[in-house]
């Protein structure tokens, strides 16, 4: 009796786990998770000739950048380093704080090659600065590359220390270069900073802004002055002004920030989106602003934050922001792109990757998200594997 149980139950088990494997693949076939596979910040994702490509800070690369590839947005191929520092034309400085501190790399295929903007600590350093980043060029023919820089010398020079670069190609012809003037040695009043003296938290407070300038077609420099875009709130009144601030308020550091920018447009509106507060804390968030031109001026809107950590509502993401947009296969789903930390990964941050809308001059952004979603429309579900 016990050797007839056996066999049944061994047959029992033969014909049915193939099917219940199959049923876990095709589950598995249709939907992901956040966050993706791929260990780097500041995510930028490029499209092209069927493939996507991602660049970001970190990621593997040594004092450089690493590209990652992928069909459908989810699944990625590390593709190796794609940047090295000292190319013919290299101008950084490897030996500076954080490793050179290349940050935030973004590409863009412009008449069959390659263009790589990116930050890094520049080597012409007479005051001996310990954040002297500035943004530079490198061009390659293949998205994978081997970049090399344009010129041995940063765009341009605004004498002061910038980062995160973006570029907006407008329909009008015009390209546009957007980054953030760093905090450092960049102290501001505002009430903010005076609450954080009446309190006894900091004696200053110290802001990054996002500026826009017009490019040259053959990106060798910038047209004109860089406009003044964005920058935090000067008045507590400011509605605003509480996201914003909260990496001042819950006393993580003396800084107030408006970075990681990226600018789109749809229809007649400019939209610029940017990130606030610590980019190393919990409070990290996204906000966006919009406009008629794309050097402004820009009014910040009335729901922001868009994207923020959901550990209030018991979830376990924080540190969301510095984020790049993208769109399905097929084209007809809008995605934000972005790092952030969770519980499980800790200190290091993660690439995450949700559904954004924009209707009638409105952002929403439906993440972040931890739990099964659907594939990105028109992504092939044959790719997938348990």
Request: glycine share 10%; aromatic share 14%.
């Amino acid at each position: 009796m016990k050797m007839y149980l056996f066999l049944s139950l061994f047959l029992t088990n033969l014909f049915l786990s193939p099917s219940l494997a199959q049923t876990r693949q095709r589950v598995a076939a249709t939907t992901f998770s956040n966050p993706l596979p791929v260990p780097m910040g500041d995510p930028y994702m490029l499209y092209t000739q069927g493939t996507y490509y991602l660049y970001g800070t970190g990621g593997g690369a040594d004092k450089g950048f690493a590209a990652y590839s992928s069909k459908d947005m989810v699944n990625w191929k590390r593709e190796g380093q794609v940047y090295f520092h000292d190319n013919p034309r290299g101008w950084s400085d490897p030996g500076a704080k954080w490793g050179g501190a290349y940050w935030a790399p973004e590409v863009y295929e412009v008449k069959g090659k390659f263009y790589l903007f990116y930050s890094a600590q520049w080597n012409v350093n007479p005051a001996h600065d310990a954040e002297n980043f500035r943004i530079g060029v490198a061009v390659a023919d293949k998205p994978t590359g081997p970049f090399i820089d344009l010129a041995s010398q940063p765009i341009f020079d605004p004498g002061y220390s910038i980062i995160d670069a973006n570029v907006f190609f407008d329909p009008n012809g015009k390209a546009y270069l957007y980054f953030s003037r760093c905090c450092y040695k960049h102290p501001v009043e505002s009430e903010v900073a005076d609450l954080a003296r009446q309190k006894g938290w900091f004696e200053q407070i110290e802001e990054s802004w996002v500026y826009g300038v017009e490019l040259k077609p053959d990106f060798s420099g910038v047209i004109g002055q860089p406009v003044l875009l964005l920058r935090p709130p000067l008045t507590l009144s400011d509605q605003q002004a509480a996201w914003e601030s909260q990496s001042v308020t819950a006393r993580e550091v003396n800084r107030r920030w408006t970075e990681g920018s990226v600018t789109f447009k749809k229809d007649d509106t400019y939209y610029l989106m940017y990130s606030a507060n610590y980019f190393g804390g919990q409070y990290y968030a996204i906000g966006y602003a919009t406009s008629r031109s794309p050097l402004g001026p820009y009014k910040k809107a009335a729901n922001n934050p868009i994207l923020q950590r959901n550990t209030a509502q018991g979830g376990s993401v924080t540190g969301t922001g510095h984020n790049s947009i993208a769109y399905s296969p097929d084209g007809k789903e809008m995605f934000c792109v972005y790092h952030a930390r969770t519980a499980e990964t800790g200190e290091d941050r993660v690439v995450c990757l949700d559904r954004m809308q924009v209707e009638k001059g409105v952002i929403r952004i439906l993440g972040p998200t931890t739990t099964p979603q659907k594939l990105p429309s028109g992504a092939s579900t044959a790719v997938r594997t348990n």
